[in-house]
Structures are given as C-alpha cells and as structure tokens.
C-alpha cells in the first residue's frame, strides 16, 4: 500500500513539474478568477504586442493564456468564435480583408467606421493607437537629409523640379491604382517608367541600403528601417489606407470585464510607430526574446514595476 501511494504522489509531482515547463509565457500562474485568452498574429509585430498585453494584464491580476503564431483570418474567426477574447488588430485590415470595405486613409475615420462595423459582429475596439502599420515611400536617411526631402510633397517637388530618382516595387504595387500610380496622382509628379525597378517585396530594404534604387515602397514599422538607416517620407497628404493598431475584444468579454476599456488605455496612447519599428528591431536585428522587450518597454513607461 506504501508503494502505491508513494507511486501516486510520484506521478502527481511529475505531472506537476510538467505544467510548471509546458513553455514560456503560454499561461499565468496566477490564481485568479479573472480569465482571459489573448490572441496573436504570426509575425514579429504581432507577438511584441501580444507580450505586452498580455504580461501587462497578469500585472493586473489577471490569468491568462496566449494563443499566439495564428494567421491573420484565423485570429479573426477565433475571436469571433469567442476561443480568443482579445488581440491587438489594424483598422485597415478589418476594413478591407473581413469587412470588404473600402480603404479609409484618415486615422480616424478608419477607426470609427471599423468600430462601427465590427460591433455589428460582436467585436468591440478599444481606444485606438498611433501606430500606424501601413505602407510608405522610404528613403536612405543621408540621401533624403542630402537632398531635403522630408515629405513625398519634397519628393514631389525635387522630381518635378527636372530631377530623376529610382523607385524599387513590386510589379502589382507599380501598376495598382492605391499604389505608386495613386500616389503620383495624388501628389502630382511621376518616377517614369525608365526610373521604376520592379522586384520582389524581401528585396525592397537591401536595395535602397546597397544605394540600387534612391526610393522604395516598403512597410513603416518594419525593422530594417532603423536597422539600414532608412527614413520614411511623411505621407502629407494621407494617400496611404490606414492601419492603426488597436485592441480588439469580444463584446462578452467587455460585458464581463468592463474595466478593462480603462485599464488597458495606456497601452494604446504610448506605443506609436516610432516606437513598434524600435520594438521589432529589437527581436529581429537584437534577437532579444519579445517576453524581454515588452517587459521592458512596459517597465520603462511605468506601466508596471521592475
């Protein structure tokens, strides 16, 4: 009989160990009766933003689960389907990819015709933030600092002025009526065919810092910007959609955690473009852990202690 107890309280331990090291950060250890699964995307961006929310609300008491690394369509049925309760989303996104919208270029009109459309569906936003994962025009910061130009106005102006400059795009990005062609006609001005050099998307970064084209088409949190010394062009006259981060959740999970509009209010007004592109560079260029980049990101603006 010994035996078999001193047996059975082997295998409990065992068992114990195991959910203790069943992986990092998946789910707080926390007793709490206040339960949340926070989603993620399957990018770099999307797993910094998914740590800081979710080890900002296990600061606040809350236990969580993170299901993260889940395409963009998936998270979105899974929130849906109430297996996740919250996750960081674009509002460009939502607009066009779930909602067959049109794309909306104004921040804020984006965000309240998303907020308006995805409650329809149960899908509450949170306060919007400035971070603002679209596409952009960019340039070699010496380059740009070189010539003055600041803005794709500048841009604009040097090419119209009798000045030639090299564009890298994609081939569809080059042609589509929302991509280059849209911003020539928007701004009044054109690269010239002769001037444009179409390639594959990954190449975009390494051909504006290897000084093979002088302008680019690229995303503006992405990593590579600070790590090339790249610049994005202030897209002055707001041609570009609109994808601004914000937190999405499912309106049962507000209706049983209200206070979590208040509590997580903060996040949103403190990351900015700026700071997400610093955050990737950190994970991608740094190879830090995004446990260890959002800790600390939350600790420096004082959002929870060290």
């Known amino acids: 009989m010994k035996k078999i107890?001193?047996?059975?309280?082997?295998?409990?331990?065992?068992?114990?160990?195991?959910?203790?090291?069943?992986?990092?950060?998946?789910?707080?250890?926390?007793?709490?009766?206040?339960?949340?699964?926070?989603?993620?995307?399957?990018?770099?961006?999307?797993?910094?933003?998914?740590?800081?929310?979710?080890?900002?609300?296990?600061?606040?008491?809350?236990?969580?689960?993170?299901?993260?690394?889940?395409?963009?369509?998936?998270?979105?049925?899974?929130?849906?389907?109430?297996?996740?309760?919250?996750?960081?989303?674009?509002?460009?996104?939502?607009?066009?990819?779930?909602?067959?919208?049109?794309?909306?270029s104004d921040s804020v009109a984006a965000y309240e015709k998303v907020k308006e459309v995805d409650k329809e569906k149960g899908i509450m936003w949170l306060n919007p933030s400035s971070l603002n994962n679209t596409y952009t025009l960019m340039m070699r910061e010496e380059k740009a600092t070189e010539l003055g130009i600041k803005s794709i106005s500048d841009l604009a102006a040097y090419l119209n002025n009798g000045n030639e400059l090299s564009l890298g795009a994609d081939a569809e990005f080059a042609t589509r009526p929302d991509g280059i062609k849209g911003v020539e006609k928007a701004y009044g001005f054109e690269f010239g065919s002769s001037n444009i050099k179409k390639m594959d998307v990954g190449l975009f970064y390494q051909a504006l810092r290897d000084g093979q084209v002088d302008v680019s088409t690229g995303f503006s949190t992405d990593s590579r910007i600070k790590a090339f010394q790249l610049i994005n062009l202030e897209d002055d006259k707001s041609f570009f959609p609109a994808y601004n981060a914000g937190i999405t959740v499912h309106e049962k999970t507000l209706e049983k955690y209200p206070e979590l509009e208040e509590l997580l209010k903060p996040l949103a007004e403190k990351i900015n473009t700026e700071t997400m592109t610093d955050l990737n560079y950190q994970v991608d260029i740094d190879e830090k852990s995004e446990t260890e980049v959002a800790r600390t990101w939350l600790t420096e603006n004082g959002l929870i202690k060290e």
């Open 5 to 104: 107890l001193s047996f059975t309280a082997m295998i409990v331990l065992m068992v114990s160990l195991l959910s203790a090291c069943s992986g990092e950060g998946d789910t707080s250890t926390s007793t709490s009766d206040k339960k949340v699964i926070v989603g993620a995307k399957n990018y770099t961006e999307q797993f910094v933003l998914s740590k800081i929310l979710a080890i900002y609300l296990k600061e606040n008491g809350y236990e969580v689960e993170e299901k993260n690394n889940m395409a963009s369509q998936v998270v979105r049925q899974a929130i849906e389907n109430e297996q996740v309760d919250l996750y960081w989303e674009y509002t460009g996104t939502s607009l066009v990819n779930y909602n067959k919208l049109d794309p909306l």
